[in-house]
């Protein structure tokens, strides 16, 4: 049983910061990518940020320069730190993780259940 648990959203108001946390445990081989997904009220669900394995990092133009991802292999977390938040940041915020459970399967995605960071104007 895998579980990815997801911590550190809430009510900002606009230029403050908040930093998510996701803790990956159970039948856990090895993980793979790990990244941040948002989506917003009647919108599609975007990435927000992504880190590989080595720590190579991708952002959403939108978020360039104020959110910074990091990962710790050795606790299985993944991280993002927001700062300078806006309101168009405001979303539910996902964990995801391609992870395999044994050496004999292939990587697969698993989603946190999401976290609430509403930032006010």
């Known amino acids: 049983q895998v579980q990815l648990v997801e911590s550190g959203g809430g009510l900002v108001q606009a230029g403050g910061s908040l930093r998510l946390s996701c803790v990956a445990s159970?039948?856990?081989?090895?993980?793979?990518?790990m990244g941040w997904y948002r989506q917003a009220p009647g919108k599609q669900r975007e990435l927000v940020a992504r880190?590989?394995?080595?720590?190579?990092?991708t952002y959403a133009d939108s978020v360039k320069g104020r959110f910074t991802i990091s990962r710790d292999n050795a606790k299985k977390t993944v991280s993002l730190q927001m700062n300078s938040l806006k309101p168009e940041d405001t979303a539910v915020y996902y964990c995801?993780?391609?992870?395999?459970?044994?050496?004999?399967?292939?990587?697969?995605?698993?989603w946190g259940q999401g976290t609430q960071v509403t930032v006010s104007s």
């Open positions: 159970g039948s856990i081989f090895s993980l793979n990518t």
């Open positions: 995801n993780a391609n992870l395999a459970i044994s050496k004999w399967t292939r990587g697969d995605d698993y």
């Open positions: 880190i590989s394995t080595r720590g190579t990092t």
